[in-house]
């Protein structure tokens, strides 16, 4: 079994930063594709960020270029830089991963998620 577990969140004002952790069990970490997405209350859960083995990106456009995905396959983990952090990135961001994705936007994609982690920026 593989688990998941997010760590970073917290209470950040509009214009900070945060860094997201992704902590990974399983053997077969570095052949996994990653990803992270989000969800507000009432809101659907939209992706973030892929990243593959090879460390290949795909970014949601309506970020526009303010998070940074990135893998450590040494240490099972994936991390989210977000930086420039407006009041409507406030969500639960959640880890995802799978051994094979055709359409990385589509949470159905993704057969492992982690438990969540809670983001809130005041304005």
């Known amino acids: 079994q593989v688990q998941l577990v997010e760590s970073g969140g917290g209470l950040v004002q509009a214009g900070g930063s945060l860094r997201l952790s992704c902590a990974a069990s399983?053997?077969?970490?570095?052949?996994?594709?990653m990803g992270w997405f989000r969800q507000a209350p009432g809101k659907e859960r939209d992706f973030v960020a892929a990243i593959w083995s090879g460390g290949s990106t795909y970014y949601t456009d309506s970020l526009k270029g303010r998070f940074t995905i990135s893998r450590d396959n040494a240490k099972n983990t994936m991390y989210l830089q977000m930086n420039s952090l407006k009041p409507e990135d406030t969500a639960v961001y959640y880890c995802?991963?799978?051994?094979?994705?055709?359409?990385?936007?589509?949470?159905?994609?993704?057969?492992?998620w982690g438990q969540g982690t809670q983001v809130t920026v005041s304005s």
């Open positions: 995802a991963a799978s051994g094979l994705v055709r359409i990385p936007t589509a949470p159905r994609e993704y057969y492992y």
């Open positions: 399983g053997r077969a970490f570095s052949s996994y594709v």
